[in-house]
């Protein structure tokens, strides 16, 4: 089956700097528009950016833009999500997915998910 498997996450001071990898069990998803989400605790899935499957279109939420950078590797078929700056409201579970259309953020739009890995910003 057809899996996404996210890494990196983990516990860094305000200001610092994280890069989580998804990594795709199948070449097909290099074809795929790869999206990043994030779920706070109480609160909905947000979406961060999403990349097209030959990376030169990327859409980012404002609330990340400038500091966060979406890149893809389609030899490695991985997707990389780059945190600088990190804040303490950017505390959050943070998912990889992938889907067939552009680089939507509605997570309607992505069929595959990846099991969220927990990044923490401590203040």
């Known amino acids: 089956q ?5 890494s990196g ?8 700097s994280l890069r989580l990898s ?7 998803f290099s074809r795929y528009t ?3 989400f994030r779920q706070a605790p109480g609160k909905e899935r947000e979406f961060i950016g999403a990349i ?3 990376g030169y279109t990327t859409n980012y ?27 303490p409201k950017d505390t959050a579970v943070y998912y990889c997915a992938a889907g067939n259309s552009g680089p939507s ?11 969220g890995t927990q990044v923490t910003a401590s203040s």
């Open 22 to 28: 998804c990594a795709a069990s199948e070449r097909t």
């Open 105 to 115: 953020r509605q997570p309607l739009n992505y069929a595959y998910w990846g099991q």
């Open 34 to 36: 790869m999206g990043w």
């Open 61 to 87: 939420a404002n609330s990340v833009k400038g500091r966060f950078t979406i890149s893809r590797d389609n030899a490695k078929i991985t997707a990389y999500l780059q945190m600088n700056s990190l804040k």
């Open 9 to 16: 996450g983990g516990l860094v001071q305000a200001g610092g």
């Open 52 to 54: 097209t499957w030959t």
């Open 2 to 6: 057809a899996q996404l498997v996210e």
